[in-house]
């Protein structure tokens, strides 16, 4: 009788922490914000000189060795009252640091050596966070190959959300701050499948305070929460067909 009342109250226990274990996903960090910190960076004009930015990698599965790589660039202005904008490129397996060239606030100029002021960068207006997801893109990388090779969207919207968690963690002053994710081309895919996991894993007392998504230049016609990339090169090989046919008419 005892026996089996110890042994309810265990199950009882292992149970109420479940949600917690598959949820929290708070990993101990080799990296902290200080050592991300990025202190000079060559050609950088004088206008942005006082720029806020830091760089670094945080760990998504200790086990496996995974680590995704971001870039955060803070707001020129009242950083604290600003939205954190999430970017995302796409590809598959495109760097979203092609999104830092883009929207950012520095372009590299032709010399190859030196930048220049974007004026329209998306700074003014949030703080950006650019993120290369899944492991295998850019400086994302994981210590076991054939993980690398296993990667579909489930996975990457999986692990872009234990980034999040955890890097909430290295930067708090972001926790429930007014969060979108925007993005384009193939991450069309990755957005609404990453908003996805962030509404179903909320807990009461999530951080991920999301209030927006922005997806450019996606198919948005086909989105399939479900679709793999082969289905996606299937339609666009449908839609190629389609144009071209139109083209010959
Ligand atoms: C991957 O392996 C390298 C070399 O052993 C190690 O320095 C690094 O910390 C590992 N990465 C992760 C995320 O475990």
Redesign the pocket.
């Known amino acids: 009788m005892a026996c089996n009342f110890v042994a309810s109250f265990f199950c009882l226990f292992f149970i109420a922490l479940l949600p917690l274990a598959s949820f929290a996903k708070i990993i101990p960090q080799?990296g902290s914000k200080q050592a991300d910190k990025i202190t000079a960076l060559p050609g950088l004009p004088q206008t942005l000189a006082q720029l806020s930015q830091y760089a670094g990698?945080v760990?998504v599965?200790?086990k496996?060795?995974?680590?995704l790589f971001y870039y955060l660039i803070e707001s020129s202005t009242l950083s604290v009252k600003k939205p954190l904008v999430l970017w995302l490129n796409g590809g598959p397996l495109v760097s979203s640091l092609m999104g830092l060239i883009e929207i950012g606030p520095y372009r590299v100029a032709s010399d190859g050596k030196t930048l220049y002021e974007n004026i329209y960068s998306w700074n003014k207006a949030a703080n950006l966070l650019f993120l290369e997801t899944p492991v295998g893109v850019g400086f994302s990388?994981?210590?076991k190959t054939s993980e690398m090779q296993q990667n579909n969207d489930a996975k990457t919207a999986d692990m872009s959300y234990t980034f999040l968690v955890n890097w909430l963690e290295r930067f708090p002053e972001y926790k429930n701050r007014d969060f979108y994710i925007a993005g384009e081309s193939y991450a069309g895919h990755y957005i609404p499948q990453l908003a996805q996991t962030i509404v179903e894993r909320a807990m009461p007392g999530s951080v991920i305070n999301l209030k927006g998504l922005l997806v450019r230049v996606s198919n948005f016609l086909h989105l399939n929460f479900k679709v793999s990339a082969l289905q996606l090169i299937k339609i666009y090989g449908y839609l190629l067909n389609f144009l071209c046919r139109l083209g010959t008419q």
């Open positions: 080799p990698s760990v599965n200790n496996l060795g995974s680590s990388y994981c210590n």
